[in-house]
């Protein structure tokens, strides 16, 4: 793990107040230490009581993990899981999660985090664990994914067309859609509680099996 001299400091993931004060504890007035350092552009204040080292200082850390620690319990999911598994051709510059919490959008130095409510049965169900760097950060997996999506759309009723809601709408890969695992989408629709979600498993299972 790289750290900055002198601070110790670790460059590849976020910590919090506590951990930087305890690495400043050299100092007579710590507190006046970070705020020099935030002047200095040394750390990053992502929010409140969470700072990352900052890339003028060789900071490194995945916006995904980013996005986990500063609203949870959360996991990425909606279009930037679609982008990340390769679902969806745009980059997303803005970092979408789902939680069991309330709605909630954050602009931080380190980009837009936006979080979706799910049930505690939905949050807790198809979520993988990603190592990268050494450490571990929460993602749904592509099938998660689309069916949070689905779940996040109002209005949609469960006899529309989900072909054209998949390809014009949602602009999905049909390669790649096509290549999902119909009983874990089935599996994973149980716990939406959504007629929506409920009536895409069934046509996906029904076009794809």
């Given at each position: 793990m790289k750290f900055i001299i002198n601070q110790n400091l670790p460059k590849d993931i976020p910590f919090d107040y506590q951990y930087l004060v305890s690495k400043l504890d050299s100092y007579k007035y710590p507190r006046d230490k970070i705020?020099?350092?935030?002047?200095?552009?040394?750390?990053?204040?992502?929010?409140?009581?969470?700072?990352?080292?900052?890339?003028?200082?060789?900071?490194?850390?995945?916006?995904?993990?980013?996005?986990?620690?500063?609203?949870?319990?959360?996991?990425?999911?909606?279009?930037?899981?679609l982008s990340y598994w390769g679902l969806i051709p745009e980059r997303v510059i803005q970092i979408s999660s789902v939680t069991n919490r309330k709605n909630k959008e954050f602009d931080t130095p380190k980009g837009n985090y936006s979080y979706r409510y799910q049930n505690n049965a939905v949050v807790s169900?198809?979520?993988?664990?990603?190592?990268?760097?050494?450490?571990?950060?929460?993602?749904?997996?592509?099938?998660?994914?689309?069916?949070?999506?689905?779940?996040?759309?109002?209005?949609?009723?469960?006899?529309?067309?989900?072909?054209?809601?998949?390809e014009e709408d949602f602009r999905i890969d049909m390669d790649e859609f096509e290549d999902m695992d119909s009983e874990k989408i089935n599996n994973l629709s149980k716990y939406y509680r959504k007629r929506s979600v409920i009536g895409f498993a069934s046509w996906y299972k029904k076009e794809y099996s």
């Amino acid at each position: 793990m790289k750290f900055i001299i002198n601070q110790n400091l670790p460059k590849d993931i976020p910590f919090d107040y506590q951990y930087l004060v305890s690495k400043l504890d050299s100092y007579k007035y710590p507190r006046d230490k970070i705020s020099l350092m935030l002047k200095n552009h040394e750390i990053i204040r992502v929010k409140k009581g969470l700072y990352i080292v900052s890339e003028d200082y060789d900071g490194n850390v995945d916006k995904n993990l980013i996005a986990n620690l500063i609203y949870g319990p959360s996991y990425v999911s909606l279009d930037s899981a679609l982008s990340y598994w390769g679902l969806i051709p745009e980059r997303v510059i803005q970092i979408s999660s789902v939680t069991n919490r309330k709605n909630k959008e954050f602009d931080t130095p380190k980009g837009n985090y936006s979080y979706r409510y799910q049930n505690n049965a939905v949050v807790s169900v198809g979520v993988e664990r990603i190592k990268a760097k050494g450490y571990f950060f929460l993602i749904a997996s592509k099938e998660k994914a689309l069916l949070d999506k689905i779940a996040t759309t109002k209005k949609l009723e469960p006899q529309l067309d989900f072909r054209s809601l998949i390809e014009e709408d949602f602009r999905i890969d049909m390669d790649e859609f096509e290549d999902m695992d119909s009983e874990k989408i089935n599996n994973l629709s149980k716990y939406y509680r959504k007629r929506s979600v409920i009536g895409f498993a069934s046509w996906y299972k029904k076009e794809y099996s």
